[in-house]
């Protein structure tokens, strides 16, 4: 990530009416400062051995970004947050409540409140990102001490 | 996306007290079926030039597949729906209040409610994720005919 000496292009003209509500500027109050994250260089949590965890977290949602290493097992379990699960890279296996798939990139997985799901990988790396809303409670603790360490790394770059 | 012969493996023991709880399998009612959806076979829908939208809608979250061709504007708005951005191939630049930076694989951009943001491409290509929680508003009625039209493709698979 680096600075940009580009300046933002006026916005087109003729735009669809979709698109015109779409990108309003018209609006409340900012409900914080924004922030950016880089997720490489967050310092992976091993939940479980060969499974990284590194979340980001937002107000409503967060978004955990995991890797599996070859042969590592998320159990079969449920939770009160609706959860979205998106492969990025490499493929695994998806438990969604009996249904078992192989998911690679371009694979999401839509598990409502309460589904059962699992995942695990054999011979296969995989990167996916789990977004969570709300935010899942039991990742809290671990996503607030990384937006500490990410913030002191920042600070630390200025 | 395949069926796998695979059967998950037994959970691990000794597991971390936290992933003890973060993997329970104690809960309660599923909040409706979960589903499966390949992202690449969705027909994005080009909502600016250059700018194509592949919503997919959960009912807490959304998580919309948004790809830049070069030369691509989402123009600076705001909306209450707070907003994660991962960029996943590619780069872009991003303006999050005025914070203005080139996002690659790996960065991640946490914009609150009504935090003023764009993004734009000059010569490259962007593909990219939009968290949105709650759904954003002005992409339900094409996250609902694009899940219809994934329903309709699975079923004709069948």
Same mark, same amino acid.
């Given at each position: 990530?680096?600075?940009?000496?580009?300046?933002?292009?006026?916005?087109?003209?003729?735009?669809?009416?979709?698109?015109?509500?779409?990108?309003?500027? @018209? /609006?409340?109050?900012?409900?914080?400062?924004?922030?950016? =994250?880089? %997720?490489?260089?967050?310092?992976? &949590?091993?939940?479980? $051995?060969?499974?990284?965890?590194?979340?980001?977290?937002?107000?409503?949602?967060?978004?955990?970004?995991?890797?599996?290493?070859?042969?590592?097992?998320?159990?079969?379990?449920?939770?009160?947050?609706?959860?979205?699960?998106?492969?990025? @890279? /490499?493929?695994?296996?998806?438990?969604?409540?009996?249904? =078992?798939? %192989?998911?690679?990139?371009?694979? &999401?997985?839509?598990? $409502?409140?309460?589904?059962?799901?699992?995942?695990?990988?054999?011979?296969?790396?995989?990167?996916?990102?789990?977004?969570?809303?709300?935010?899942?409670?039991?990742?809290?603790?671990?996503?607030?001490?990384?937006?500490?360490?990410?913030?002191?790394?920042?600070?630390?770059?200025?």
């Amino acid at each position: 990530m680096s600075d940009a000496a580009h300046q933002q292009p006026a916005a087109e003209d003729g735009s669809l009416g979709d698109a015109a509500s779409h990108f309003t500027t @018209e /609006g409340g109050t900012p409900a914080g400062p924004g922030r950016y =994250v880089n %997720v490489d260089a967050l310092t992976p &949590v091993e939940f479980l $051995p060969g499974l990284g965890f590194r979340p980001v977290l937002g107000q409503k949602a967060m978004t955990n970004f995991v890797s599996f290493e070859p042969g590592a097992v998320a159990p079969r379990h449920v939770h009160e947050e609706e959860q979205i699960v998106v492969v990025i @890279e /490499g493929e695994f296996t998806f438990d969604l409540d009996g249904d =078992v798939r %192989v998911m690679r990139k371009g694979d &999401v997985a839509v598990v $409502p409140s309460w589904v059962p799901h699992g995942a695990w990988t054999t011979d296969t790396h995989c990167l996916e990102i789990d977004v969570f809303s709300p935010p899942r409670s039991s990742l809290l603790k671990l996503a607030e001490a990384q937006a500490a360490e990410s913030a002191a790394d920042a600070a630390g770059e200025e």
